[in-house]
């Protein structure tokens, strides 16, 4: 185990659904991240939080909204999805986000299907 | 832009034997390497990383070889064992974030 929990692990949403993931880390790291990862692509960064405050948000879609409403805890909050949103949902932690040498650490995924 | 190849998507390998995979990365000014291994069903799991003034790291039955010259990363795994299949990816350090390769996936023979 790496600290880094995820749920749910396995999500299947209509398109006009409202459905949030959630991101819990026992590290105590002050970096949290969300990532998207589709097959056969590399992974895709989405958000990242240092210290609760947004300090990238990498061009994502306004129905992918992110909330950290600690340093411990990071939600990706989804409306109105598109199939092509489908793909595995990875959070992860670093003890900062003082430069890319912080170590990130994932948690297990959320598989979302959108259907 | 920056970019981060895996040579092989898929790499077979007999048990026993070890293990070469290979990344190669764009950015000159990268200077922190990381080998992840992803589990069917689990996240990537840090294994080892490497920084630019090194060229040469060793784990517990991994050695990861950095050449700047060339810009190529290599992770070793030596006596590869049945747990080992995985899916093996590297991250580069770039402008203010990772580059993640889209990884090689090892299967080992009995």
């Known amino acids: 185990e790496t600290g880094v929990t995820q749920t749910p692990r396995h999500l299947v949403m209509g398109m006009t659904n409202k459905k949030s993931l959630k991101c819990e880390q026992h590290l105590g790291h002050n970096a949290m991240y969300w990532y998207k990862q589709s097959a056969k692509k590399p992974l895709e960064l989405m958000f990242v939080y240092s210290l609760e405050e947004r300090v990238e948000n990498n061009s994502v879609p306004s129905r992918f909204s992110p909330e950290c409403p600690n340093s411990s805890h990071l939600f990706l909050h989804l409306h109105t999805l598109q199939p092509e949103d489908s793909a595995l949902y990875l959070c992860?932690?670093?003890?900062?986000?003082?430069?890319?040498?912080?170590?990130?650490?994932f948690g297990p995924g959320t598989r979302l299907t959108v259907l | 832009g920056e970019s981060v190849g895996l040579h092989l998507p898929t790499l077979s390998v007999q048990e026993g034997d070890n293990s070469i995979i290979n990344c190669a990365y764009s950015?000159?000014?990268?200077?922190?390497f990381i080998w992840y291994k992803q589990e069917s069903g689990k996240g990537p799991q840090f294994i080892i990383d490497?920084?630019?003034?090194?060229d040469k790291r060793q784990g517990q039955r991994v050695t990861v070889l950095l050449n700047k010259t060339v810009k190529h990363l290599s992770l070793q795994i030596a006596a590869t064992q049945p747990g080992d299949s995985a899916v093996y990816f590297c991250?580069?350090?770039?402008?203010?974030?990772?580059?993640f390769g889209t990884g090689t996936r090892l299967k080992v023979l009995a």
């Open positions: 991250a580069c350090s770039g402008t203010y974030k990772y580059i």
């Open positions: 992860a932690s670093s003890q900062d986000y003082s430069g890319p040498t912080d170590t990130q650490y």
């Open positions: 490497i920084r630019s003034n090194m």
């Open positions: 950015n000159s000014a990268s200077d922190y």
